[in-house]
């Protein structure tokens, strides 16, 4: 994730996530404060739109298209869509589901997902739900899944269980870590709504995790971001969660021995280190 309009994972983050068995996807991202809206009629309307809205034109697939492309040749796992810019028309509304929908079926032809976040309504409003309900679940229906705003309450992720039915586990209930209004708080109490979205059946979606490295000191010493992670991950309250299958083999959280902690992966050119102390 990045303030861009496209991001797309290193190639070493992708290679270490499939080393695991995670998939790694990168991020369509346009915001209304900074261009967002003339970005996300380009994406609909192609490549001869000048990023102002035209009542004539119909939904065009070459940007989807060029967005697949590059899914195959860098090999992530799909796109985490965040339009964060409201829509002009009811025209505009349709297109979009059109292009979460034409992104969606393409990448599922390749065993790779979409995943939507809870942002634009179905008016094209840009309004957080915190919820899924009648307002996003259009853009849910033609997606593998939706990352939810992160200022819900309880009430809030019950009305989701109910509405998500059969398909709650492709909910992703988002914690910010940060804690921006975050239910139960976050930073190193982000672990108390990770228990309650669990204990309902939901998904978890963690952002900003880079919480341990840019606050509590971690950009000042190795040793301060060191303590942190392992407050944020190995903490108390993170593991008695782990616990919850601990009799289970297959549902277990294990930390291997020699997993390591990437702190020690070196900058390289082709295959050479150029650095030799720990990046992290």
Known sequence: ??????????????????????????????????????????????PDSDGNPDP????????????????????????F????????????????????????????????????????????KLEWQN???KNNEEFFLVANGIFLNYKYNMENLKKTVIHAGKRKQDVYVGIDIFGRGQFGGGQFDSWKAVKVITELGLSV?????????????????????????ERLWWGIGTTELLTVHRDDPLKSWVIVE??????????????YPVKSNPVY
Do not use: M
């Open 56 to 79: 004539g034109a119909p939904f065009h697939t070459y940007y989807a298209d060029k967005l697949i492309d590059l899914c195959d040749e860098y090999n992530f796992d799909g796109y």
């Open 81 to 124: 869509l965040n339009i964060e810019s409201p829509l002009p028309t009811a025209k505009y509304v349709r297109k979009l589901k059109l292009f979460v929908k034409y992104l969606t079926n393409k990448l599922n032809e390749r065993k790779k997902i979409c995943i939507w976040y809870d942002s634009i309504t179905t008016l094209g």
């Open 205 to 229: 979606g963690l952002f900003a995790p880079g919480y341990t490295y840019e606050c509590e000191g971690g950009l000042q010493s190795f040793q301060h971001f060191n303590k942190n992670e």
């Open 131 to 133: 919820e899924l309900n």
């Open 1 to 46: 994730f990045s303030h861009d309009c496209i991001s797309i994972p290193p190639s070493t983050w992708t290679n270490l996530a499939h080393l695991h068995g995670v998939q790694c996807l990168a991020t369509i991202l346009t915001e209304e404060w900074a261009g967002g809206l003339e970005e996300t009629i380009r994406l609909l309307d192609g």
């Open 258 to 271: 020699n997993g390591g902690d990437g702190f020690a992966i070196l900058a390289n050119e082709p295959g």
